[in-house]
C-alpha cells in the first residue's frame, strides 16, 4: 500500500514535466524548418537580428539565468572554445528573459565576449519553444539551435548538459557539409 502511494505520488511530480515537454516540443522548431527571425537587444544595448549572420552558421543557446552556475560553465565553454568556432565560421548567441544589464554585468564578470541577448518580453524565447515555468516564475530552457548560413536550422539539442554541451556542438558543426 505504502509503495503504491508512493509510485502514484512520484507519477503525480512527473506528469507536468512530461506535459511540459510535450507542449515545447509541439511548438519547438525542428531541423529542416527556417530558424524564427528575431532582433532583441544585447548586453551592449546594440539591437541584434538574425539577419545580421546571414553566411554564417550561428549556434542559437537558451539559458535560465545570468550567473547561475550551470549557465556560466555553459558560457565558459562556449567562450573557452571561441576560436574553434571562428574556425567554423559559426559565432555563438545566447538568450535569456534577464536584461541587458544583468548581460553586461554577468559578461563583465565572466569574460564574456560574445552576444548575450535580452528577451525580457518572452517572444523570442516563446517562437524558439524553450520557455517554461519554474516555480511561478517564466525563464527559458537549456535548448539549443544550430543555423546553417541559409537561416535554416540543421540540429536541436533540448536540456542540454551544460559541461559538455560546447563539445557536442562543436562535434556536430565540424560534421555539417560546408559550402
Keep these: ?101 544583468s548581460h553586461k554585468e554577468f559578461c563583465a564578470q565572466q569574460g564574456l565576449t560574445f552576444k548575450l541577448l535580452s528577451d525580457t518580453e518572452k517572444k523570442v524565447v516563446s517562437q524558439y519553444g524553450s520557455l517554461r515555468d519554474m516555480g511561478g516564475t517564466q525563464i527559458a530552457s537549456r535548448n539549443t539551435f544550430l543555423i546553417n548560413p541559409e537561416g535554416k536550422i540543421v540540429k536541436v539539442w533540448t536540456g542540454v548538459n551544460p559541461r559538455v554541451h560546447s563539445e557536442e556542438v562543436l562535434a556536430a558543426l565540424s560534421g555539417m557539409e560546408k559550402k
Design 1 to 101: 500500500m505504502i509503495r503504491s502511494r508512493l509510485a502514484f505520488s512520484a507519477l503525480l511530480l512527473t506528469v507536468p514535466f512530461a506535459l511540459q515537454t510535450v507542449l515545447a516540443s509541439e511548438t519547438m522548431p525542428q531541423a529542416g524548418q527556417e530558424a524564427p527571425v528575431f532582433t532583441l537587444p544585447s548586453q551592449d544595448g546594440t539591437n541584434i537580428s538574425l539577419a545580421d549572420f546571414r553566411g554564417k552558421w550561428v549556434v542559437l543557446y537558451f539559458y535560465p539565468k545570468d550567473g547561475t552556475p550551470g549557465c556560466t560553465i555553459e558560457a565558459h565553454n562556449f567562450q573557452r572554445d571561441l576560436s574553434k568556432y571562428s574556425q567554423e565560421n559559426a559565432v555563438i548567441v545566447g538568450v535569456s528573459v534577464d536584461t541587458t544589464g
